[in-house]
């Protein structure tokens, strides 16, 4: 099975920063590699889609890049509203989806 | 605009079986584009994937927990349901009903529902 390892497991950012979150996969899964956001009780909302591709009506500072095995997720300029927590998702094959760990992302 | 829906009991027994249903509204769940998947989330923890089934009743099982874990589905009533059986306190937990496209991409979410498990 495939193991997402993302890092780091929070951070402290102020509004305005930009943010780097990373995810490692165990093997190659080429860009099947989505991101996802998630506000404390609500369900996670996919942002990135695919490694790079931002999800309809997400805004445009959000992004995402890599393939292979090793992928960053960023925000531009870090908004009070995007405070949550954010997960990688891998798709290699659908026999097994698995999650990174999530980062958390609080306003300094 | 789609909207999934989970229902079931908030508390089920250790060792009993515990059982959810996802009802699809605002599209057809016989529609050949999407799988439909459960997650769940313990408690302060991260995401599990559980398992997906597509409308023609495939399905594919997380292997931690195929033994114990069944996904149908009911085209009539545009819904899909999750078994888990002999459960324990650590199956507690938000549990997840979603839409996958592409297949593995989780688009739409259902709002959670917390299945305690307990005597």
């Known amino acids: 099975d495939i193991q997402m390892t993302q890092s780091p497991s929070s951070l402290s950012a102020s509004v305005g920063d930009r943010v780097t979150i990373t995810c490692q996969a165990s093997?190659?899964?080429?860009?099947?590699l989505n991101w996802y956001q998630q506000k404390p009780g609500k369900a996670p909302k996919l942002l990135i889609y695919?490694?790079?591709n931002l999800e309809t009506g997400v805004p445009s500072r959000f992004s995402g890049s890599g393939s292979g095995t090793d992928f960053t997720f960023t925000i531009s300029s870090l908004q009070p509203e995007d405070i949550a927590t954010y997960y990688c998702?891998?798709?290699?094959?659908?026999?097994?989806?698995?999650f990174g760990g999530g980062t958390k992302v609080e306003i300094k | 605009q789609l909207q999934l829906q989970e229902s079931g009991p908030g508390l089920v027994k250790p060792s009993e079986t515990l059982s959810l249903t996802c009802t699809v509204s605002?599209?057809?769940?016989?529609?050949?584009?999407?799988?439909w998947g459960w997650i769940r989330q313990p408690p302060g923890k991260g995401l599990e994937w559980i398992g997906s089934?597509?409308?023609?009743?495939?399905?594919y099982y997380n292997p931690s927990l195929k033994s114990r874990v069944t996904i149908s589905v009911d085209t009539s009533k545009n819904q899909f349901s999750l078994k888990l059986s002999s459960v324990t306190a650590a199956d507690t937990a938000v549990y997840y009903c979603?839409?996958?496209?592409?297949?593995?991409?989780?688009?739409?979410w259902g709002q959670g529902t917390l299945v305690t498990v307990s005597s």
């Open positions: 089934i597509y409308y023609s009743g495939s399905t």
């Open positions: 605002g599209g057809s769940i016989s529609s050949s584009s999407y799988y």
């Open positions: 998702q891998q798709y290699d094959n659908l026999s097994f989806l698995t």
């Open positions: 979603a839409r996958h496209r592409n297949p593995g991409t989780s688009d739409y």
């Open positions: 695919d490694a790079s």
């Open positions: 093997q190659d899964i080429s860009n099947y």
